[in-house]
């Protein structure tokens, strides 16, 4: 059964870095795009980042610049480096694989999700 782990929330100060991990299991995610979103309490997951199966990124406003999305196909893993971390950061956040090779904003474009990694950006 295929399974996505990730790994890296913490607690952490204002200004400071995480590197979030994603490790797949039971199925190769290669050809597949994947993606990390977001939900803070009381409100809707958000999109933060996504790679395709090739390496184009993209990513949210809210991040951009401040965060490094990238995968290593041979270890069906995907990453987040988040820098300048801010309060409203705060989040628990979730890797998806999409159905498709290629990245989206749309959350309905994932069919599979991890179980989410809290990270908690204090001021």
């Known amino acids: 059964q295929a399974q996505l782990v990730e790994s890296g929330g913490g607690l952490v100060q204002a200004g400071g870095s995480l590197r979030l991990s994603c490790a797949a299991s039971?199925?190769?995610?290669?050809?597949?795009?994947l993606g990390w979103f977001r939900q803070a309490p009381g409100k809707e997951r958000e999109f933060v980042a996504a790679i395709s199966w090739g390496g184009t990124t993209l990513y949210a406003d809210s991040v951009k610049g401040r965060s490094t999305v990238s995968r290593t196909n041979a270890k069906n893993t995907v990453y987040l480096q988040m820098n300048s971390l801010k309060p409203e950061d705060t989040a628990v956040y979730y890797c998806a694989a999409a159905n498709s090779g290629y990245p989206s904003f749309d959350l309905t474009a994932y069919d599979f999700w991890g179980q989410g990694t809290q990270v908690t950006v204090s001021s």
């Open positions: 039971g199925r190769t995610f290669s050809n597949n795009a």
